[in-house]
């Protein structure tokens, strides 16, 4: 599902377009199904006409034969029979002939990112069976790892997986992914934050009232019932995407651009968060979506879905108030909101600046609004700026104006997609986007602690209907503080 749906139309536009391809050649798609390369294409071609982009579609017209498959039963034990030369050793030295096929007449060396698009217990099997094979060798060319997500199930087992995939592979050839690092606006913050003057001095808690990170789905869980079942909200939504986010607004400014000195300033920024208990004692609001409607059609509850236990208690919804213990954010809250088959669909970031310093002096203002940033990372991509100013006419009455950057307005269908600007950076070498061992070590702790809180059913997920803002609790855990959240129009 990923590969076609991700993966296949970021690697048709990086290949297609003017875009930089970071040496990109060919997809060898590696899985357990009898297919031959023109099968596969079929069903990539297929794919991209149900559910991609026109160009998409037309774009694999003309890349098809860089498309091949390969098949290669990687979850299958060693010593367990399947069709011969299709697992086990004999399957990798199967796969590595056919990729130096593939390779032939590109030159002396061949580089290979060995994506694993594929279930999170097959990642250490297939990376012991490409070391037995020599295949992590890189003599021939670079060969790095590129690793999805989920990157463990909580902190002991992200533990385990860690060292035994760098006792084969070195951490430096290990990309991580998190797709939303790979999102223009999310790339943005650094450029928003430190390319400007009238950020940076203002960015700490003598201006900034308050921050917010919402991502809100109206989307169910689907077919990933499974997955989801082990997963829940904090770990699929907060401990990576909503986390990383976190610490690309509260980072202090990094030493330099280079990828080691930015995850450096976000690891010592998410080393200082740490979630504030609620009203019930633990550190988190969690809720479970129950029947309800969703843009005009009736939808099942979470436990109706298929694959999901009829009395789970995962929760697909999830809302804490982090701190930040460091000088800068003294005092200013972060709320963090992410949930499934909500009222709508986005993920933005908003940025509560304090009053105007002037408010108290001049009845005129008794009644604005603070300003505030607004960084809208999807569907519409931009930010904007609300400010006050004074309204035309002849009296002082003062208006709210919106200076306003939508890019996805202006770049529409060439806005690279965030798998292709990963995809391009594994390619190129450049880790920056994706995640370092103890980025997501120190993300893990985090959840960890929101979960010690919430033992003995403190947090216990509360139910609310399928299309609303969540539970009851989260809007009392904003307003209790006197504030609410935040979303764009429309
Ligand atoms: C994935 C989660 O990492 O991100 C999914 O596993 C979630 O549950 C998805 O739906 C959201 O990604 P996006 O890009 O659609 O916001």
């Known amino acids: 599902d990923l590969t076609l749906r991700k993966l296949v139309p970021a690697f048709v536009r990086l290949l297609g377009g003017d875009a930089v391809d970071g040496g990109l050649t060919a997809l060898v798609a590696v899985g357990r199904r009898p297919l031959d390369s023109d099968a596969y294409r079929e069903l990539v071609r297929t794919s991209l006409v149900r559910h991609g982009e026109p160009e998409d579609a037309a774009g694999f017209e003309r890349l098809r034969d860089r498309f091949h498959y390969h098949r290669l039963d990687f979850s299958a034990a060693a010593s367990e029979a399947g069709p011969e030369g299709t697992t086990g050793p004999d399957g990798y030295a199967g796969l590595e002939t ?280 999807q569907p519409e991509e931009g930010f904007f700026f609300e400010v006050n100013t004074m309204a035309a006419g002849q009296g002082f009455e003062i208006e709210r104006v919106r200076m306003d950057y939508c890019r996805s307005c202006r770049i529409g269908y060439g806005t690279p997609l965030a798998y292709e600007r990963l995809l391009a950076d594994a390619a190129a070498g450049n880790p920056s986007l994706f995640v370092r061992w103890d980025e997501l070590e120190t993300a893990w702790s985090f959840v960890e602690s929101v979960f010690v809180s919430c033992r003995n059913g403190a947090c216990g997920p509360a139910p609310y209907a399928a299309g609303s803002a969540g539970p009851a609790a989260a809007r009392r855990l904003v307003e209790a503080d006197g504030r609410t959240w935040w979303a764009p129009e429309g």
């Not at 995939?165 to 999102?183: A, C, M, S, T």
């Not at 690309?248 to 976000?266: H, T, Y």
């Not at 970031?349 to 304090?354: A, D, G, K, S, T």
């Open 98 to 377: 056919a990729l130096r096929g593939h390779g032939r007449g590109l030159g002396p060396t061949v580089g290979r990112l060995y994506y694993l698009a594929a279930a999170p217990e097959a990642f250490e099997p297939i990376v012991a069976g490409l070391h037995a094979a020599g295949m992590l060798d890189e003599t021939g060319g670079y060969r790095r790892v590129v690793v999805e997500k989920p990157f463990g199930s909580d902190l002991a087992s992200a533990r385990a997986l860690q060292k035994s995939l760098v006792d084969r592979v070195p951490e430096e050839r290990l990309y991580r992914i998190d797709h939303y690092l790979g999102k223009e606006m999310v790339r943005s913050l650094l450029g928003l934050r430190f390319g400007n003057r009238i950020f940076e001095p203002l960015w700490n808690g003598a201006h900034i009232d308050h921050v917010q990170i919402s991502s809100c789905e109206t989307d169910g869980v689907g077919t990933r019932g499974g997955y989801y079942e082990k997963s829940g909200a904090l770990k699929d939504m907060v401990q990576s995407h909503l986390l990383q986010m976190l610490a690309l607004v509260a980072m202090e400014p990094p030493a330099s651009f280079s990828p080691d000195d930015i995850r450096d300033a976000k690891v010592a920024a998410l080393r200082s968060a740490t979630a504030e208990p609620l009203e019930d004692g633990g550190c988190a609001v969690l809720g479970q979506y129950a029947a309800g409607e969703v843009e005009g059609a009736s939808v099942p509850g979470y436990r109706e879905e298929a694959l999901v236990e009829a009395d789970s208690d995962t929760e697909t919804f999830a809302a804490l108030k982090v701190r930040i213990a460091t000088p800068r954010w003294e005092g200013v809250p972060f709320y963090l909101r992410a949930g499934k088959r909500m009222d709508r669909k986005g993920t933005w970031i908003l940025v509560q600046f304090r009053d105007p310093v002037a408010k108290p002096l001049y009845a005129e203002l008794a009644t604005v609004g603070a300003d505030r940033l607004a960084v809208l990372v």
